[in-house]
């Protein structure tokens, strides 16, 4: 298959030259500030639970990694681009690869020790149920 680009008839050939300048301009700028992984997170919540939802397509369960550290739930690992292909040439790569960490404050009325997760097919689901109390102190003024 071959790839060819569509030119607009009775385009003027100067003005295709310079708008093709700008889009790889523009097109250049963007992707470098774009060239990262940054996973899609979903996060809702039931009367029981909270639950967080992030898409990490191609990634191995081994490869994704959750910590809780001071109520702050993070959710950090690497995407990796793998050319193991011989004999296959890309025309286009617009999938984001790279090494990626999304952080979440936990609200005061969750219980820390009950967060679960599971990964299937693409989505890491964690679970993090509430807690019956919320955890408040009320702090004396002297």
Same mark, same amino acid.
């Given at each position: 298959m071959t790839l060819m680009k569509y030119t607009r008839p009775g385009s003027n050939a100067m003005s295709k030259q310079f708008s093709d300048i700008m889009d790889e301009f523009f097109n250049d700028a963007v992707n470098s500030r774009r060239n990262s992984f940054v996973p899609s997170i979903d996060i809702s919540e039931t009367e029981e639970d909270f639950q967080i939802t992030a898409e990490l397509p191609g990634m191995e369960k081994d490869d994704i990694a959750v910590n809780l550290?001071? *109520?702050?739930? *993070? @959710?950090s690992g690497e995407? *990796?681009?793998? #050319?193991?292909? +011989?004999? #296959? #040439?890309?025309?286009?790569?617009?999938s984001k690869y790279g090494s990626f960490e999304r952080s979440f404050q936990l609200p005061d009325n969750v219980d820390e020790d *009950? @967060?679960?997760? +599971?990964?299937?097919?693409? &989505? &890491?689901?964690?679970? @993090?149920? #509430?807690?019956?109390?919320?955890? +408040? !102190? !009320?702090i004396e003024i002297s």
């Open positions: 550290e001071n *109520s702050r739930l *993070s @959710i995407r *990796s681009f793998e #050319k193991e292909e +011989t004999g #296959k #040439k890309f025309h286009r790569v617009e *009950s @967060i679960s997760a +599971t990964y299937d097919n693409g &989505l &890491l689901n964690i679970s @993090i149920q #509430k807690s019956e109390q919320e955890v +408040t !102190k !009320k």
